[in-house]
């Protein structure tokens, strides 16, 4: 290096304006991170502010939206809503041949559906469903499908949408209960109430939801019970495949959010007295009695016609979702013991 070089590097203006111009690419360049990851530059002033005004303008929304959802369902409790209009909907039920299956064609029928199918196992039964609603004025069709068995599902479908046409309320109501504890339990039928309860929902959903999404309507609408929120014993299999099915319910009902023209409802009932939970008992009969399929049935109706995300079915099971997260397991044990619904599978003689 050369002695006038050697000034230059020595020199302390020189020193102090490398040292600036360093820095002014420094903070115009992106910053390494991490392996292949680099961290964007800082944001202007400018910038930083509106991204601050804008949180707190979030924080001051949030609560005013959340009040006026609240009014506004309040509301919804006291005047009467729009209904929506069924003359142009085609209604598909699982396990419409009995029970609360059959009560629910009979709804959608009364209520001007255009055309039901009946889905079930037992064609006795499906086919004396479909000839009373057809007495009502009502088109009506049936198919032999098991809903546990997938490409049972998806082969049954295909039938439909070339027979019937394309299917807009999808109401998945097959359910069977086996009525023992764990130990009892048959390692087959734990495995069957699992796959009807909560896969045969995965399947047919599988199969008519993205004809829905295409034609931007459609509902889909599950059959559930308050014992997915509640468990009792004696029943294991069932509570469990319930749980799963209300699991299932909720996240689909949050994904179809930004679906336009497609819902979702889920219904949890207390006990039915239907032949599937035959013989069960609880303590005091008077006080909580079992809920009538035709109740069951029209209230389920009134909430796909509404729009209505849940059902508790009677209104008192909301107390329950209260009370399971304020109390302690001891206290609720308790609860279950004074109430019956300990030993109330005890006489259990229903369908499995």
Known sequence: MDRAAQTRASDPRALRTRALSKLERTKRSPVLCGPGSFAPPPLPGSAARRMVWKWLGALVVFPLQMIYLVVKAAVGLVLPAKLRDLSRENVLITGGGRGIGRQLAREFAERGARKIVLWGRTEKCLKETTEEIRQMGTECHYFICDVGNREEVYQTAKAVREKVGDITILVNNAAVVHGKSLMDSDDDALLKSQHINTLGQFWTTKAFLPRMLELQNGHIVCLNSVLALSA???????????????????SLTLGLLDCPGVSATTVLPFHTSTEMFQG??????????????????????????????????????????????????????????????????????GRT
């Open 280 to 349: 069960m008992r609880v303590r005091f009969p008077n006080l909580f009695p079992p809920l009538k399929p035709e109740t069951v049935a029209r209230r389920t109706v009134e909430a796909v016609q509404l729009n209505q995300a849940l059902l508790l079915l009677p209104w008192t099971m909301h107390a329950l979702i209260i009370l399971k997260s304020i109390l302690p397991q001891a206290a609720l044990e308790e609860i279950h013991k004074f109430s019956g619904t300990y030993t109330c599978m005890n006489t259990f003689k």
């Open 232 to 250: 009792i014993p004696g029943a294991i299999d069932y509570c469990t495949s319930k749980a799963s099915a209300f699991a299932f319910m909720e």
